[in-house]
Nanobody, 118 residues
Framework: QVQLVESGGGLVQAGGSLRLSCAAS?????????MRWWCQAPGKQRELVAT???????NYAASVKGRFTISRDNAKNTVYLEMNSLKPEDTAVYYC???????????WGQGTQVTVSA
């Protein structure tokens, strides 16, 4: 079993910043490959925000490129999402997920609410 614990969400004014964290624990001895952040706004489908591979290659949704930065600390099994220049349209529940190596499964965090006021 793998547990993901997210933190860092909250309420911020437009133009502000937040930093999300997601720490993985449990049966992850096989190692973690890709780590991702997703978001889901009310009434919308969950969307991929950012990805970071085990070698540190990153990829971003067009809507956040240049404003958000994904990073990871492999020693802590933790992925981060630095969110700058936040916009009201960034308001959503943000979820992390991790994929274990060798196809050993994909796991989701519980989600953390980010609300950006105009």
């Amino acid at each position: 079993q793998v547990q993901l614990v997210e933190s860092g969400g909250g309420l911020v004014q437009a133009g502000g910043s937040l930093r999300l964290s997601c720490a993985a624990s449990g049966n992850i001895f096989i190692g973690i490959s890709a780590m991702r952040w997703w978001c889901q706004a009310p009434g919308k489908q969950r969307e991929l925000v950012a990805t970071i591979t085990s070698s540190g290659v990153t990829n971003y949704a067009a809507s956040v490129k240049g404003r958000f930065t994904i990073s990871r600390d492999n020693a802590k099994n933790t992925v981060y999402l630095e969110m700058n220049s936040l916009k009201p349209e960034d308001t959503a529940v943000y979820y992390c997920n991790v994929a274990l190596r060798e196809g050993r499964g994909v796991y989701w965090g519980q989600g953390t609410q980010v609300t950006v006021s105009a």
